[in-house]
């Protein structure tokens, strides 16, 4: 997979191909992560790529040309295929399905934009738009690395074990279970004997309940959105059982 991010800082952004997953994705090969500076499509001897925005306020907006010029550079290098991404506060929110989604194509242009964003004239070369969260940043770069990372971490071989990722919190939907290391007892407090039972069945349904309970604790949200199976909605209701003696008990 090739990703190239249009940026106005290439050496922040280059750091994450070199440390975690990202790092074993290249290595590998599996993963060719260039930068690409958009000063270099100035046109203007101050290299400059922003304007004032037109009818007033504060602010300056990236200029068309230079990204537009960018833009094309950057698929005669990786491919005309490649998906134009523009991380942006005004994008689709990104989650794990868009992580999982993006792992499957053969090239991606990231967009970083910076001060008001880029002029609207430009926004028919994008082909998604994408948020990282609700909140603001100084520009898309950090947004960028982070889509970098989930991407890259998906990619074939990339991670240890194979089922690490199916694994992994969001993956299904839900938040991960709880996981536990050596040593058995640390500062008086036991590993679940069900962890230690050998019972691989007995193991995996405390792992499924154990991530519902999480999830409908820390994320109720993310049920709303889910098709549960038969499995998991009898242990959604033990849960929710269990939470009302709780509660009672309580009283």
């Not at 100035?42 to 400059?48: A, D, I, L, Q």
Request: net charge negative.
């Amino acid at each position: 997979m090739k990703i190239e991010v249009l940026t106005l800082f290439p050496d922040l952004v280059e750091q994450v191909g070199m440390f975690g997953m990202p790092r074993v994705a290249v290595e590998q090969g599996v993963l060719q992560l260039s930068t690409r500076q958009l000063r270099d499509y100035s046109g203007n001897r101050w290299r400059r790529v922003d304007e004032r925005t037109y009818g007033g306020g504060p602010g300056m907006v990236i200029q068309a040309e230079p990204l537009t010029q960018a833009i094309d550079a950057a698929k005669a290098a990786i491919g005309p295929e490649a998906k134009v991404v523009s991380l942006s506060p005004q994008g689709e929110r990104y989650d794990q399905s868009w992580a999982e989604r993006l792992s499957h194509e053969p090239g991606l242009i990231l967009v970083c934009g910076r001060y008001e964003g880029i002029d609207e004239r430009l926004m028919p070369q994008i082909d998604l738009e994408l948020s990282v969260g609700d909140y603001v940043l100084s520009g898309g770069e950090l947004a960028a690395m982070l889509l970098v990372d989930s991407v890259a971490r998906l990619l074939p071989g990339v991670l240890g074990h194979e089922q690490s990722a199916s694994s992994d919190s969001f993956s299904d939907g839900l938040l991960d279970h709880p996981h536990y290391s050596r040593p058995e007892v640390w500062r008086e407090q036991s590993v679940p004997e069900v962890l230690m039972s050998g019972d691989h069945a007995a193991i995996r349904r405390w792992r499924r309940k154990q991530g519902l309970e999480r999830t409908l604790l820390r994320r109720p949200d993310l049920l709303d959105s889910l098709k549960l199976d038969a499995e998991q909605i009898k242990l959604l209701r033990e849960i929710i059982t269990e939470q009302l003696h709780e509660q009672e008990d309580r009283t």
